[in-house]
């Protein structure tokens, strides 16, 4: 099977194989990864270097003739003092090769394929190659900086032309690799990050970085790698490694066909991009006319649209989330669930709470609350049913607090004893009570700061995406848990459900407004005091309908998850069966 037949015969497999990427900090979202089109360029890549991307030609010069004509020119060039003599590396051996190549080919070294052309330092102004010089995409030089010889690093030293392949030797994984293409003036000075490689025999440098950006090549450099946070490899290792070199004609012929098939590949990734960026745009669109509706019949026509196409508009994670999240809208907005005229109006209900809040305070069991400001208008998030009313938060609690956070171990507790709750066990959507460090022994806990069922948690400080996001600690939670000063508690009359409460707290809403009032210079570290949550404006229903919209968000996010675990299984399968074609691919 040709290259291009691979490509065609299996496009629904390239193009829809689509990952999310690992969150790349606490809180982020990872965006999509085209996996399968990543596959597909690693495939060309290791075909190419393996021989099986293009047919032999019988009349090539055999890669031994030209590997002895690099000898023959490399001892040249040490005669005339130009390059240094070769250096003392393991020998190669049947065992290190890791795969077959075709009659034609040769095993050889990175040593023996070319020459770096040693190390000076700058004495005028001259072009500055570092890291930052390298377009790891395409393998290519940009501008590099011009640098006077005053202003030189002690990095730059190395000697690269026009023709030299460059390699990043620290953190190789980031595949800063690039040939220079064209000459560069003033002088170009490579950083000694970079290991140099200038083939000879007229060998076209691209062959060799399709090499080393091979799957082939960077397992052979995650085998001798060394370091944690910054792994590297030394020049040694670098020119240690094993490297097939085919006739010179063919290396030029599989150079061009890479290319050719590269651009292709580049093609379906922005087609493919394309397509999903116009389905989210899609989705939006559709979604937003669900939150936009003036009346019941827009709504309806809304819903209806959006039913009759379900299962082509929600077939990514982003498209649940979004659904997700205007799920919430609506309950929050009263459009989830039909108001019932036979609920206690929600007037009634504020006063209930009103007197009970009078009572404790006369029984002297909590203190008188401050008068909280008056709700405008321009407070208001959006229009609202006439059973409904607009209320500020703190007017609903009983009362509220923060926690304490003594100096605790860093481990969680052990025999159920007593420890401090992390922010990270109110901020992910659902409580987590394992999220906790044990309180020392020779500290008395503080009981008045135990967590307890029903009760309202919301973090004061975290990044900019999830400060005040909140939890109610569910029925059954473990006792002897106590909040840290970074976790507000909120305690709620029966008058209220805080589970509905949780519902607006998290909704795009209330985000908005915490966004809005959060302090901090940096978005890794925002706070927001009680005061600025006590202030927030809820869209108060009555309290038979904030049970109603809890359940029916309940049924539906449920079904959200459902639909986006049958998601995830069938893009599995699309990973896996890219993979199994790759596989396939390597094995004829």
Same mark, same amino acid.
Request: glycine fraction near 6%; charge should be negative; proline fraction near 6%.
């Given at each position: ?87 003392? +590396? ?41 890291? #930052? ?144 960026? #116009? ?6 669109? +559709? ?12 709504? #309806? ?63 002297? +069991? ?25 209320? /500020? ?75 005040? /996001? ?88 449920? +079904? ?17 069966? #890219? ?10």
């Amino acid at each position: 099977m040709s290259a291009r037949e691979l490509i065609t015969e299996h496009l629904d497999l390239w193009t829809g194989a689509v990952t999310k990427k690992p969150s790349s900090g606490r809180g982020s979202n990872g965006k999509t990864e085209l996996t399968g089109v990543k596959k597909l360029r690693e495939l060309i890549l290791e075909l190419a270097v393996r021989g099986k991307l293009l047919e032999q030609n019988p009349t090539d010069e055999p890669a031994s003739k030209l590997l002895e004509r690099v000898r023959a020119e490399k001892l040249h060039l040490i005669k005339q003092g130009k390059i240094k003599k070769r250096r003392k +590396l393991p020998e190669l051996t049947e065992m290190t090769k890791p795969f077959n190549l075709p009659s034609s080919w040769e095993w050889s070294q990175l040593e023996d394929v070319g020459r770096d052309w040693g190390q000076k330092t700058p004495k005028d102004d001259f072009s500055y190659i570092d890291v #930052a010089s390298v377009d790891s995409l395409r393998g290519e030089i940009t501008q590099p900086s011009i640098l006077s010889a005053e202003e030189a690093p002690s990095r730059a030293r190395k000697i690269v032309s026009e023709g030299t392949l460059i390699y990043s030797t620290v953190r190789p994984y980031l595949q800063n690799i690039a040939v220079i293409e064209s000459k560069i003036e003033p002088e170009p000075i490579a950083s000694t990050a970079f290991a140099i490689l200038h083939p000879l025999a007229g060998m076209p440098a691209r062959f060799y970085l399709h090499y080393l950006r091979s799957p082939a090549f960077v397992r052979y450099v995650e085998s001798v790698q060394t370091g944690i946070a910054y792994p590297a490899i030394n020049d040694k290792q670098f020119f240690s490694g094993l490297v097939p070199v085919p006739p010179l004609e063919e290396q030029h012929r599989i150079v061009q066909k890479v290319d050719e098939l590269m651009d292709l590949c580049d093609r379906l990734e922005q087609q493919t991009s394309d397509q999903l960026e #116009a389905h989210e745009t899609l989705v939006d669109t +559709l979604l937003g006319t669900l939150t936009q509706s003036e009346n019941a019949t827009e709504l #309806a026509d809304s819903w209806a649209r959006l039913a009759a196409h379900f299962d082509t508009l929600f077939t990514t994670e982003q498209s649940i989330g979004k659904l997700k999240q205007t799920i919430l809208q609506l309950a929050v907005m009263g459009r989830l669930v039909e108001q019932n005229v036979g609920d206690e109006p929600t007037e009634s209900l504020l006063t209930n709470i009103d007197q009970e809040i009078a009572s404790l305070v006369k029984q002297g +069991l909590i203190k008188k609350p401050k008068p909280t400001p008056e709700i405008s208008d321009s407070d208001k998030f959006f229009g609202i049913p006439d059973s409904w009313q607009w209320v /500020r938060l703190g007017s609903l609690a009983l009362h509220s607090e923060a926690g304490w956070s003594p100096k605790c171990h860093d481990v969680p507790r052990e025999n159920q004893g007593w420890a401090v709750l992390k922010v990270s066990a109110v901020t992910w959507g659902e409580f987590r009570p394992s999220e906790n460090k044990e309180l020392p022994s020779n500290l008395t806990p503080r009981r008045e700061y135990e967590v307890h069922p029903s009760d309202f948690l919301i973090s004061r400080a975290n990044t900019s995406e999830l400060v005040a /996001r909140s939890v109610v600690v569910p029925k059954g939670a473990p006792a002897k848990l106590m909040m840290s000063d970074k976790i507000i508690r909120f305690v709620f009359s029966d008058q209220i459900e805080p589970l509905y409460i949780n519902l607006f707290n998290n909704s795009p809403f209330a985000r908005s407004y915490y966004l809005s009032v959060a302090g901090g210079t940096s978005s890794s570290m925002k706070n927001v005091s009680r005061a600025q949550i006590q202030a927030l404006a809820v869209p108060l229903p009555p309290l038979g309908e904030q049970h109603r919209i809890v359940q029916k968000v309940d049924e539906l996010m449920v +079904l959200c998850d459902q639909l986006k675990e049958r998601l995830n299984q069938a893009g599995e399968t699309r990973c896996q069966l #890219a993979e199994a074609v790759v596989e396939g691919a390597l094995k004829e």
